[in-house]
């Protein structure tokens, strides 16, 4: 397996567009997570998911933010608008709890900057 | 607000030396997890110990786990300068619920 895929890589854009992450976790995994990580804040969980399902999504920021997962093998995080305050990099993860305490697989992150 | 926190935010220490990093959290845990993460990358699964475990060793990473103080520590041993990276500590405080310490960055210099 690939591991987690995680695009764009990089992502520049002016403050009020949207912005759109994507994700593919490790087939056969069943818990995707959603984090953001910054100097100022460390790394914070924003929603995960288990099977598809949106099961926590209190770190989400503000309704600026939405993420979906239409199926076991995509996820998106948006941003709409976006500001500068959103500058992070923006990472997502998935492990599998079929089998008990097993650990989350990270992709490389989306380093997003907003101008 | 954060679940797990680090002790200490950054160490540095020569090549061949021990490396301690602890954390500390505030609700009951099914596990306790540490995770590296070299600079620009993502995180990487270290190793994991469960509640009802004290101690686990995997190569020159030792962890202890006080689930009656809320804490624990990694512990590297003779390290090298490829060691250099952050660590964080991540508790699942309930369901699949995964949180992250701010970490520890460790510098090891040759």
């Known amino acids: 397996d690939a591991g987690v895929i995680q695009s764009p890589r990089h992502e520049v854009t002016e403050m009020g567009q949207e912005v759109t992450l994507r994700c593919k976790p490790i087939s056969g995994h069943d818990y995707l997570f959603w984090y953001r990580q910054t100097m100022m804040r460390g790394l914070e969980l924003l929603i995960y998911?288990?099977?598809?399902?949106?099961?926590?999504d209190s770190g989400m920021p503000e309704d600026r933010f939405s993420a979906k997962m239409p199926n076991a093998s995509f996820s998106t995080l948006k941003i709409q608008p976006s500001e500068p305050r959103d500058s992070a990099v923006y990472f997502c993860a998935s492990s599998n709890r079929d089998r008990e305490n097993t650990e989350a697989f990270f992709g490389q992150g989306t380093r997003l900057t907003v101008v | 607000s954060q679940q797990g926190e680090e002790d200490p935010q950054a160490l540095s220490i020569q090549e061949g030396e021990n490396a301690t990093m602890n954390c500390s959290y505030k609700?009951?845990?099914?596990?306790l997890q540490w995770y590296r993460q070299n600079s620009g990358r993502g995180l990487v699964h270290l190793i994991l110990i469960r509640s009802n475990e004290r101690e686990k060793h995997s190569g020159r990473l030792r962890v202890t786990l006080d689930t009656s103080k809320k804490s624990s520590s990694l512990l590297i041993t003779a390290s090298r300068a490829a060691d250099t990276a952050s660590y964080f500590c991540?508790?699942?405080?309930?369901?699949?619920?995964?949180?992250f310490g701010q970490g520890t960055e460790l510098s090891v210099k040759p």
């Open positions: 998911f288990n099977n598809n399902v949106p099961i926590d």
């Open positions: 991540a508790t699942a405080p309930q369901g699949g619920k995964l949180i």
């Open positions: 609700t009951s845990i099914n596990n």
